[in-house]
């Protein structure tokens, strides 16, 4: 049996992220993938929606430019588009196996399973560690009355644009995959409707920042039904009769669409596996139970990523499979921080910290500074100024809580709002904090201001 300091199962963001740091402290360490270096995000996830996004986003610009005397007659070639998409994976993915490689990760294709506490098997090969960090990720989640197929789409599925455009495109979901795919599809030509179960979408967001992201998708043109359930469909000759119905019940309708697109989260990848031989325990939602640590009911064995637990995004895996990684190597590491969330959409959604809903449950005194894009100068002079700031604060000792805003860029934004969070940040160090004129960043400090009531750029009321 061939013998490791620490074995990874799966090089998506997380297990990439633990191999390396892993290595980097010294440990011999073995990485095992069953299909593609760099997992759901580099491959069908964060990078080629970002790509397709940012595609759709000229096109969307190039329309918008006329305002000042840009003519244009745009065509896309999606053949093209879908290279280029490729291209920009291919890249990325080749660059993760070269930094494996460069960091003497032994890299080794094959599904892995447990067969026993620090022993798993790969292609009929055994392979042991003292250490072993599950990364397998996750998969879509289906929905009753909707299998996969033909016209039922995942968002892998609905990547491949190259394929066609459908004219009519249903989008079941109102979370960050649902929106991003169905805003490509309206800016690429489809009629698109989105329906979301919650009353608003991004319901695990701020409630208000995501109404003004709802109403942007509107004014393009996207139907977005909350509080709406789909029930099933039938196929017909002129499409796909969707049956819908209110959330609480209540008068049926039907919709015709070409396509389907299910978005309605996604599950923790676990069959087959054999946790059961390594002592590893599941929640009820089949997410691997673990600690601050990364630490599973299993001594020795780490869980990181969309297979451990919510929220299932990549720079929280990332953060987990360090933690793990350091773990592993006798350090004392412990995952405790702020994991900020975007929605790249154009505009883009971005929120980290409490919301004010939240901080009121908590406890806290809430205040609130609100600062809309269009009292900034440089959102005008971008063509772009849809959007709000809204900070969260502690109004006995000004500490900052929250902050989310809709509006061009949020998601770089947001970091700057991450570090303040990490820095314990009161309200008035964000406000006291010169920004460069002008940005868009400049909103982050005035919305500070406005919750002092001392906002320059806009009357406090
Ligand atoms: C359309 C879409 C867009 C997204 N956009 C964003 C975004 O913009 N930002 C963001 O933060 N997140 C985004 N996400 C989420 C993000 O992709 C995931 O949170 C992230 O990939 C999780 O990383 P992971 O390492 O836990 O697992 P994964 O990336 O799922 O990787 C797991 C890897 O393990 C391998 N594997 C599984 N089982 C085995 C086994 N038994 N043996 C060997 N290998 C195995 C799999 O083949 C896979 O490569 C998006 C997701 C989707 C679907």
């Known amino acids: 049996m061939k013998t490791y300091d620490l074995i990874v199962i799966g090089t998506g963001p997380g297990g990439y992220h633990a191999a390396i740091r892993g290595a ?14 760099g997992g759901v995000c580099l491959n069908v996830g964060c990078i080629p929606t970002k790509a397709l996004l940012h595609a759709a986003e000229t096109l969307h610009h190039l329309k918008a430019a006329e305002g000042f005397g840009l003519k244009a007659k745009p065509e896309l070639d999606f053949k093209k588009l879908g290279t280029w998409r490729d291209g920009v994976v291919r890249k990325l993915t080749g660059g993760v196996a070269g930094l494996l490689k460069g960091n003497k990760v032994e890299l080794l294709r094959g599904f892995a399973r447990f067969k026993g506490p620090k022993e798993i098997e790969v292609n009929g090969e055994t392979y042991g560690a ?4 599950v990364a397998t990720g996750s998969e879509p989640m289906p929905l009753k009355g909707f299998p996969f197929g033909e016209d039922v789409w995942d968002s892998t599925r609905a990547l ?13 979901g109102g979370g960050a995959v649902g929106l991003e795919l169905g805003q490509i599809y309206r800016r690429l030509g489809s009629e698109v409707t989105l329906i979301e179960y919650m009353p608003e979408i991004l319901p695990a967001g ?3 920042t995501a109404a003004l992201l709802r109403k942007a998708l509107e004014k393009e043109g996207i139907r977005v039904r909350t509080g709406t359930k789909a029930l099933g469909y039938e196929k017909k000759g002129d ?6 119905e209110p959330a609480q019940g209540g008068k049926q309708e039907e919709i015709v669409v070409d396509k389907v697109l299910v978005a309605v989260g996604r599950k923790p990848r676990t069959e087959g596996l054999g946790l059961e031989k390594a002592g590893v325990k599941v929640d009820e939602r089949g997410f691997i139970q673990v600690n601050a640590r990364m630490e ?3 001594p020795g064995v780490y869980a990181i990523g969309d297979v451990a637990r ?16 350091e773990n592993a190597a006798g350090k004392n590491a412990l995952f405790d921080c702020q994991v900020p969330s975007v929605v790249y959409t154009g505009p883009e959604w971005a929120g980290v910290g409490l919301t004010e809903e939240e901080a009121g449950k908590a406890g806290y005194k809430v205040k609130v500074g609100r600062f809309p894009l269009s009292a900034s100068g ?3 002079t971008l063509g772009s100024a849809e959007g709000l700031i809204k900070v969260v604060g502690d109004a006995e000792t000004d500490l900052l809580l929250g902050v989310f805003m809709v509006g061009p860029q949020a998601g770089e934004l947001i970091a700057e709002a991450t570090l303040a969070l990490e820095m314990g940040a009161t309200v008035t160090d964000l406000a006291l904090t010169v920004h460069p004129h002008p940005t868009l960043s400049e909103s982050l400090m005035e919305a500070a201001e406005a919750l002092h009531k001392q906002a320059i750029h806009i009357l406090n009321r």
């Open 310 to 325: 919510p929220p299932l995004l990549a720079h929280k895996a990332m953060k987990e499979g360090l933690v793990a990684a």
């Open 24 to 37: 980097q402290l010294g440990l011999k360490v073995l990485a095992v993938e069953a299909a593609e270096v």
């Open 160 to 172: 491949k644009v190259e394929e066609g455009i459908p004219k009519r495109l249903l989008v079941i």
């Open 239 to 244: 499409g796909l009769h969707v049956l819908l």
């Open 206 to 208: 701020d409630r208000e």
């Open 378 to 380: 440089r959102a005008l």
């Open 296 to 298: 599973t009911s299993a």
């Open 130 to 133: 003292k250490s072993l960090i």
